[in-house]
């Protein structure tokens, strides 16, 4: 089966940086991504890795090691804006279909 | 350019009975896919469309059919409505040469009393 991993909840301050990690075990591999989903709203996608490394895209980044099974999502200089929760997913088909973690909720504080 | 529409919005049904959820996916996008996302968890896939055909499937009873239209829309069926049917639906459409990155719609929220 596949398993993916990613804390329940993160508390952090406005201005502040935040790190959600992820850990996965999957039959296959050909991608992992992160969505950003504020309540009642659909996932918009945020970043995607196929290779070992750093993602960078203005204020969010992602990393990953595919020889860890491991990702992390961070998020520089923090916005209210921010409080949402965070999925992460692997596309492990070849094809487009995702399987997703059971989601970080991110609160940001003044 | 429009994203990806469905409708219903919001859906109320009784056990036992049928409904229908539609999907138009984001302009240029070919294959659509299904997700059901329970309070608090994260979506599910259900099945994913390419062609007119089901490509793939999740692990979701044969209750759960669905369809897809020359114009590359889609329609998820449930039959004979369970509690815990009750959920977010969410479409997502891609197309194979972006990556394969999915972009969601909104989603139909399905209440089932």
């Known amino acids: 089966g596949q398993n993916i991993d990613q804390p329940t909840e993160m508390t952090a301050t406005e201005g502040a940086i935040v790190q959600i990690n992820c850990t996965y075990q999957?039959?296959?591999?050909?991608?992992l991504f992160w969505y950003q989903q504020h309540a009642g709203e659909a996932p918009t996608f945020l970043s995607y890795n196929v290779l070992d490394g750093l993602e960078e895209k203005g204020r969010f980044s992602s990393f990953l090691s595919r020889s860890k099974g491991y990702s992390y999502l961070l998020l520089k200089e923090l916005q209210m804006k921010d409080s949402a929760s965070y999925l992460c997913?692997?596309?492990?088909?070849?094809?487009?279909?995702?399987?997703f973690g059971k989601g970080t909720m991110l609160l940001v504080s003044p | 350019d429009a994203g990806v529409t469905q409708s219903p919005t919001h859906l109320i049904k009784t056990r036992g009975q049928q409904v229908t959820l539609r999907c138009s996916p984001k302009?240029?996008?070919?294959?659509v896919s299904w997700y059901q996302q329970a309070l608090g968890q994260g979506p599910q896939f259900i099945f994913q469309y390419y062609e007119e055909e089901e490509r793939q499937r999740g692990n979701f009873p044969d209750r759960f059919s669905g369809h897809q239209f020359p114009n590359y829309s889609s329609e998820l069926n449930v039959n004979a409505l369970l509690l815990g049917d009750s959920a977010l639906y969410l479409c997502a459409s891609s197309h194979r040469g972006s990556l394969n990155i999915q972009y969601f719609g909104a989603g139909t929220r399905l209440s089932v009393l």
């Open positions: 999957t039959s296959g591999f050909n991608g």
């Open positions: 302009s240029g996008h070919d294959t």
């Open positions: 997913a692997v596309n492990h088909s070849g094809y487009s279909t995702l399987t």
